[in-house]
């Protein structure tokens, strides 16, 4: 069994996610996003996925951390968190957030979701997504930030134990 180990590197400061820069990931980011997404989910997405949803047309946001965020900490192509959505119509959804542990409780998260609906197109009229029941700090992000609860998908998610966990569906009106 391998054992993940933690990362030694200091963890950053509030200060630092205002100089974290949002930017659209690409192909060749495919294995450092596979990478935070397993230090981020129970069911991580793969390098292969990321790919696949890159060339499907969906767009990744990511925030990066400059040289300079924490000195000597962190490397300038460190991924702190990133976004894929997917456009339908008037709608995007959100497929995959994930956070960097050592970036987390931080406002990343956040901020990161803020920043991403500044830059959608004028005609982006609602925002949709689906997360775990039991993931309560994803919840009461996305509470905060307007999202109502608009239904549940019974055993959607796979859990670690074999059994399945519902998904509660939550949209956003722009």
Excluded at 71 to 84: F, H, K, M, N, Q
Excluded at 113 to 123: A, R, T, V
Aim: with cysteine; hydrophobic share 40%; net charge negative.
């Amino acid at each position: 069994m391998k054992s993940h180990s933690r990362d030694a590197r200091p963890a950053p400061d509030v200060d630092a996610v205002t100089t974290l820069i949002l930017q659209q990931a690409q192909l060749s980011d495919a294995d450092a996003l596979a990478t935070l997404a397993r230090s981020a989910h129970s069911h991580p997405w793969s390098a292969k996925q990321y790919r696949d949803s890159l060339e499907s047309g969906h767009i990744c946001w990511v925030f990066h951390a400059p040289a300079n965020a924490t000195p000597g900490a962190i490397d300038e192509r460190e991924i702190a968190a990133c976004c894929v959505v997917s456009r339908v119509f008037d709608e995007i959804e959100i497929l995959d957030v994930a956070v960097a542990p050592r970036w987390r409780r931080l406002g990343v998260a956040e901020r990161l979701l803020q920043d991403i609906f500044s830059c959608l197109p004028e005609d982006v009229a609602r925002v949709l997504l689906e997360v775990r029941v039991s993931n309560r700090a994803a919840r009461g992000l996305y509470h905060k930030l307007g999202f109502t609860e608009d239904g549940r998908r019974k055993n959607y998610y796979p859990k670690s134990d074999g059994s399945r966990e519902d998904a509660l569906l939550m949209s956003l009106v722009l």
